[in-house]
Nanobody
Framework: QLQASGGGSVQAGGSLSLSCAASGFSSDDYFIAWFRQYPGKEREGLTCIGRSDGNIYYSESVKGRFTIASDNAKNTVYLQMNRLKPEDTAVYYC????????????????????WGKGTQVTVSS
């Protein structure tokens, strides 16, 4: 089970942080990913992090501006979003997939096994 929180409204250039609390996994072999979805569009994979090894992937659209981090003691993954742009306005989702990530993770929307509720991020110009 995934519980996403955070989001809100901010002006361009500002920052927001999202959280995704995970529970119910039978092992540490899974990864958490963040996606976003524009109205009428498919969900776009942004970044992911392996629970056990901390391997991280970023899409080019957010590399250098967004940072994913995991607090394993709290079973929570964070997405720090800096230098936000109006085009970052979307509904953001966290998702999880079980499996080992020693070769990395990849946020493939059709491969995710569980999803949190979306949270709206709005960036005004």
């Amino acid at each position: 089970q995934l519980q996403a929180s955070g989001g809100g409204s901010v002006q361009a250039g500002g920052s927001l942080s999202l959280s995704c609390a995970a529970s119910g996994f039978s092992s540490d072999d899974y990864f958490i990913a963040w996606f976003r979805q524009y109205p009428g569009k498919e969900r776009e994979g942004l970044t992911c992090i392996g629970r056990s090894d901390g391997n991280i992937y970023y899409s080019e659209s957010v590399k250098g501006r967004f940072t994913i981090a995991s607090d394993n003691a709290k079973n929570t993954v964070y997405l720090q979003m800096n230098r936000l742009k109006p085009e970052d306005t979307a509904v953001y989702y966290c998702a999880a997939r079980q499996g080992r990530t020693e070769y990395g993770c990849f946020p493939y929307r059709h491969g995710m096994e569980s999803w949190g509720k979306g949270t709206q991020v709005t960036v005004s110009s």
